[in-house]
């Protein structure tokens, strides 16, 4: 008796069992069904930092795949698998190496974001984004971080490189692009960060406060031109408020423009970050909180049982969770290699980087002619500045120098020179690194500060080269603005010295003095650009950055690029310098932590920030008031 009821029991258990649908295509309806209100919770938060083991940390054992910023949770009951989603924009960021495994897993280091506007041309895009997605789908990746479409409202913000233009067109045709290229793959991406997000300064806290004109004709337009143009799988919410409320949980920004109006069928996730509004967010239509916190699961819990967030709230967001998870590769099983071909995408890089490089100068110097040996200056040259830091640094397997590029371009570099400058970048690199900065992935390309060159010296090295070439490097990247000083947007003493001593040794003995500028955002050029016979804004193109360089001085390349941002006289032309935080670390004796929320104030640009300037951003100020700039929208020269 015992014994057939032991059976029985059995059966109906295994019957219980196979009434579970196991989530497909087709039986989405029926799994929502079955999923208890914890399930259902739990598929609307992320799996937290721990899935995360970024960059530089430990990579745990149990990370689907280790530097990835994070996942979404299973339900294995009902077959609902994980995703996993990784940063973005200039390639995938994850872990280059693992715990006691031989194999890497370093990734391209693509030209920026910046860069990639600068092409004006849609299809390069798409090629790059296209071979940038096969690495995101061969190391088991789902979705792509990215891209970063923000305005360059102000050359200040410390992320501009990963975003595109100042004008909302080119951004969003270029982000088009960039979405249909990566998506070709089957992997999604997550274009950030929706919206209005133009600064770092208290970008978790601040409120931008903007018209409805300007929202509509400027921030809001490259989002809304993306979305209908590329149908992007995710769109994240950005950190900062708009007018008073956070963008992750307005209903008006996440339901009646993105989906209502624009017709997106997404999911959208928030940007890295709990914050207090889980619930106010799950209503909006922000369908996961990421990177997701037990807190979160536990606020949805208990405002769907106080019926502060209804059943069809609850639902509509799980439903959309569950048609995206259905899409991705992990969920059907795709057998990544962890091998994509690294060396046919880093040809491609150093095909494609001169198409984005601006010729900004050029007095007959360039492409050189009858140069045989380089007087090759400036720490860029030899510590080339590939990308941004921050979540947008890309964990590459090299960076090509501006060296070895002259070299394998058959020219010869000064071996004085050469051997000075490495000595005295190897030098700063472990001063770097014993004072604690230098080290963590996150932070990613540094730049060496300028060493002084005394005039002797370059009087001494003229005779035996035929042309003296100057690497000038800024870098910036997440979580700080740039300064409008020395140093950072206009350039220093040292370097305005060292650019007139090239320039007046070079050019007493009758050969050219080209300058190249390896920045990710604009900087003062009004007062030098006289000075040298060519210059080259390379910006931060990438891994093979150097070797593009180099292709294009020596006309093996054509620089084809057209600035995708104004390149003003002064910083406070821009009109947005009004109501832009810059300078502000010094006026607050160095201190960073507002950065990450605080105390509740009221300061202006650092708690809200007046985009007082209205549809005055870039060009549509300078030409509207008839302002001269240093450099127009859309320069460029060419061979
Ligand atoms: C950044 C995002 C990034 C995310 C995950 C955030 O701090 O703002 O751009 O995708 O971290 O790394």
Not at 463 to 481: H, K, Q, V, Y
Request: proline residues 5%.
């Amino acid at each position: 008796m015992k014994k057939i009821f032991a059976i029985g029991a059995l059966l109906l258990a295994s019957v219980a069992m196979s009434a579970q649908p196991q989530l497909t295509k087709d039986n989405i309806d029926d799994v929502l069904n079955a999923m208890t209100l914890e399930e259902k919770a739990t598929l609307l938060v992320g799996s937290g930092w721990g899935s995360m083991t970024a960059g530089s940390m430990t990579a745990s054992a149990t990370a689907l795949v280790p530097g990835a910023a994070g996942t979404t949770r299973a339900i294995e009951r009902l077959g609902v698998t994980q995703a996993v989603l990784a940063d973005g924009p200039a390639g995938l960021r994850i872990s280059p190496t693992r715990d006691n495994d031989p194999d890497t897993y370093y990734c391209t280091g693509f030209p920026v974001g910046t860069v990639m506007a600068s092409m004006w041309d849609p299809a390069l895009v798409k090629e790059l984004t296209t071979a940038m997605g096969n690495e995101v789908l061969e190391y088991g990746t789902d979705v792509l971080l990215a891209p970063g479409m923000n305005l360059h409202r102000n050359p200040l913000c410390g992320r501009n490189f990963e975003y595109f233009s100042e004008d909302p067109f080119l951004t969003g045709k270029t982000a088009a692009a960039y979405i249909n290229g990566v998506q070709s793959n089957g992997v999604g991406v997550s274009v950030k960060h929706y919206a209005v997000n133009n600064q770092e300064v208290n970008r978790m806290q601040n409120d931008s406060r903007v018209s409805q004109r300007v929202l509509r004709e400027l921030y809001l337009k490259g989002f809304e031109i993306a979305v209908k143009e590329a149908d992007p799988w995710t769109v994240m919410s950005s950190y900062n408020q708009l007018n008073g409320e956070f963008t992750q949980q307005s209903y008006d920004l996440l339901t009646t423009i993105l989906r209502d109006e624009w017709g997106f069928d997404g999911i959208v996730m928030t940007d890295w970050g709990t914050k207090e509004g889980t619930v106010k967010a799950v209503k909006a239509g922000n369908d996961l909180m990421e990177p997701g916190a037990q807190v979160e699961i536990d606020r949805i819990i208990a405002a769907v049982k106080a019926g502060e967030i209804t059943q069809e709230e609850l639902d509509r967001n799980v439903r959309n969770m569950l048609e995206y998870i259905v899409i991705t590769p992990r969920f059907n099983k795709y057998k990544y290699s962890n091998k994509p071909d690294l060396k046919a995408h880093a040809e491609l890089v150093r095909k494609a980087a001169p198409e984005g490089m601006v010729l900004l100068e050029n007095n007959g110097a360039l492409p050189m002619k009858n140069v045989k040996k380089v007087a090759l200056y400036g720490t860029g040259s030899y510590d080339f500045i590939a990308g941004g830091t921050g979540s947008g640094n890309v964990n590459k397997p090299y960076i090509r120098n501006v060296a070895e590029g002259l070299t394998v371009n058959g020219l010869e570099v000064n071996k004085n020179i050469q051997t000075w400058y490495e000595q005295y970048i190897a030098l700063a690199k472990t001063n770097l690194r014993n004072n604690g900065s230098g080290s963590g992935v996150l932070l990613g390309d540094p730049v060496i500060s300028e060493m002084e060159v005394s005039r002797e010296f370059i009087e001494k090295m003229e005779p035996a080269t035929d042309i003296a070439i100057f690497t000038l490097s800024r870098n910036a990247g997440e979580g700080g603005d740039r300064y409008a000083l020395d140093g950072d947007w206009t350039i220093t003493g040292q370097e305005r010295q060292l650019i007139q001593n090239l320039a007046d040794v070079y050019h007493a003995a009758g050969k050219k003095f080209v300058v190249v500028l390896n920045i990710g955002g604009t900087i003062e050029t009004a007062s030098w650009k006289h000075i040298p016979d060519a210059i080259l804004l390379a910006w931060t193109p990438g891994q093979e950055g150097g070797y593009a360089v180099a292709d294009v001085l020596c006309g093996n390349a054509y620089p084809s690029g057209k600035l995708p941002m104004t390149f003003p006289v002064n910083y406070l032309d821009i009109p947005s310098s009004a109501n832009f935080p810059y300078n502000y670390k010094d006026v607050q004796s160095g201190a960073w932590d507002f950065l990450w929320g605080g105390p509740q104030r009221q300061t202006k640009n650092v708690d809200y920030t007046e985009y007082a300037e209205g549809i005055y951003v870039g060009y549509r100020y300078f030409q509207t008031a008839g302002v001269p700039v240093s450099y127009p929208f859309g320069h460029g020269k060419s061979y």
